[in-house]
T-cell receptor
């Protein structure tokens, strides 16, 4: 069974700092998605990564995919409070079934 | 353009009861998947429906069943509720022929079993 691990699970960072969230998965996949979830809310799509070496950027967030290493990263640049949320990566396996990571709870401190 | 709509938003049930959750997919979408998200966990895949048939199923017992209607809306039924079924249930939709675009998620139904 495909396993998806994220680290760190919890991240507290100061405004203005940079940090990276890592997503490792155990089985070959060429599609990976990043979602954001605010407390009590649903999942908001952030990035769709469809090939090895794919890099996507939106505002202060940048995501990349290395399918050979089975690794995706979500880099946060100059964090602001509005980025506080839980971030999930999801890997697609057989039949377009999504396997979600454990989530990274990010808190940005003023 | 309405996104994925789920009802009800919150529900409290007693152990042993049965529950039905409902989902209307985003306009233009024909495929619906259901996920269970326990507190502090990532969503877990329950099953997927397309053309009114269950196409894929995750590792959930037969107490969990579903249905898709001709208008693409869907229901999730859970029988003989257990305390462990307490979770946020998310419905997600997409277009079957466009898998790369991923899913659009609804706001979920928070089920509490007491």
């Amino acid at each position: 069974e495909l396993k998806v691990e994220q680290n760190p699970l919890f991240l507290s960072m100061q405004e203005g700092k940079n940090y990276t969230i890592y997503c490792n998965y155990s089985t070959t996949s060429d599609r990976l998605y990043w979602y954001r979830q605010d407390p009590g809310k649903s999942l908001e799509s952030l990035f769709v990564l469809l090939s090895n070496g794919a890099v996507k950027q939106e505002g202060r967030l940048m995501a990349s995919l290395d399918t050979k290493a089975r690794l995706s990263t979500l880099h946060i640049t100059a964090a602001v409070h509005d980025l506080s949320a839980t971030y999930f990566c999801a890997v697609v396996h057989t039949g377009n079934q999504f396997y979600f990571g454990t989530g990274t709870s990010l808190t940005v401190i003023p | 353009d309405a996104g994925v709509t789920q009802s009800p938003t919150h529900l409290i049930k007693t152990r042993g009861q049965q529950v039905t959750l409902r989902c209307s997919p985003k306009s233009g979408h024909d495929t619906v998947s259901w996920y269970q998200q326990a507190l502090g966990q990532g969503p877990q895949f329950i099953f997927q429906y397309y053309e009114e048939e269950e196409r894929q199923r995750g590792n959930f017992p037969d107490r969990f069943s579903g249905h898709q209607f001709p208008n693409y809306s869907s229901e999730l039924n859970v029988n003989a509720l257990l305390l462990g079924d307490s979770a946020l249930y998310l419905c997600a939709s997409r277009t079957w022929g466009m898998p790369n675009y991923g899913y659009t998620f609804g706001s979920g139904t928070r089920l509490t079993v007491v």
